[in-house]
């Protein structure tokens, strides 16, 4: 059965650091993998798709990065700013088609 | 920008008692979901659904949910009796190629 773990729970940086936002999955026969945000009460905007072919991706000062045989990606924020905050969700796609999450990692940057 | 669009944003009910969530997917989508987060959870997927019937349900779909699209626009969520243990945030989500997903921002459900 997949699980998804994200590391770490919470993260409080300074603005204008980079920082880096890792998950890791059991199962490496993915699909895809998909980056979400989401802010308090609010739905989950996705920032970043990566097909189980690809590498990378780059969207802006976000760079998602996938290793399926070691079932890792990360999420590289470049100077970070405020309005980051927010909770960043792992999920993958798996051979049953729907998306199963991680916990998510909780970020604050502080101004 | 197109967005999924969900109705109520918060439901209140009585355990027992029937509710429908309402969902307009994004228009020129084929694919449709609905997923849930229990407070302090992860999001769990519940069903997908595609060319006018379900084409996966989790082991969270029960009997007691069924999901429709009544009419070309809108994707519903019935639960027909509600638990305590279905309070939790329901999520829509709409896709044109089973790739990317769409979601929207969630209905509160809070059942008493």
């Known amino acids: 059965k997949q699980e998804v773990t994200q590391i770490p729970a919470a993260l409080s940086v300074p603005e204008g650091e980079n920082l880096v936002l890792n998950c890791s999955f059991t199962?490496?026969?993915?699909?895809?993998l998909q980056w979400f945000r989401q802010d308090p009460g609010k739905g989950l905007t996705s920032l970043l798709l990566?097909?189980?072919?690809?590498r990378e991706q780059t969207s802006g000062r976000l760079n998602a990065s996938l290793d399926k045989s070691s079932g890792r990606s990360t999420l590289y924020i470049a100077a970070s700013q405020p309005g980051d905050s927010a909770t960043y969700l792992c999920?993958?796609?798996?051979?049953?088609?729907?998306?199963?999450f991680g916990k998510g990692t909780k970020l604050s940057v502080k101004p | 920008e197109p967005e999924v669009t969900q109705t109520p944003s918060h439901q209140v009910t009585q355990m027992g008692q029937e509710v429908i969530l309402r969902c307009v997917p994004i228009?020129?989508?084929?694919?449709f979901y609905w997923y849930r987060q229990i407070l302090g959870q992860k999001v769990e997927f519940l069903v997908s659904?595609?060319?006018?019937?379900?084409?996966?349900k989790s082991e969270i779909f029960d009997d007691q949910f069924s999901v429709e699209r009544p009419d070309g626009s809108n994707f519903t969520l019935k639960i027909r009796s509600t638990k305590l243990e279905d309070s939790a945030m329901y999520f829509c989500?709409?896709?044109?190629?089973?790739?990317?997903?769409?979601f929207g921002s969630g209905t509160q459900l809070s059942v008493l």
């Open positions: 989500a709409s896709s044109y190629s089973n790739e990317k997903l769409f």
């Open positions: 199962d490496s026969a993915i699909y895809n």
């Open positions: 990566i097909q189980s072919s690809q």
């Open positions: 999920a993958v796609k798996g051979s049953q088609g729907n998306l199963i």
């Open positions: 228009s020129n989508h084929l694919y």
């Open positions: 659904f595609y060319n006018n019937e379900i084409s996966e």
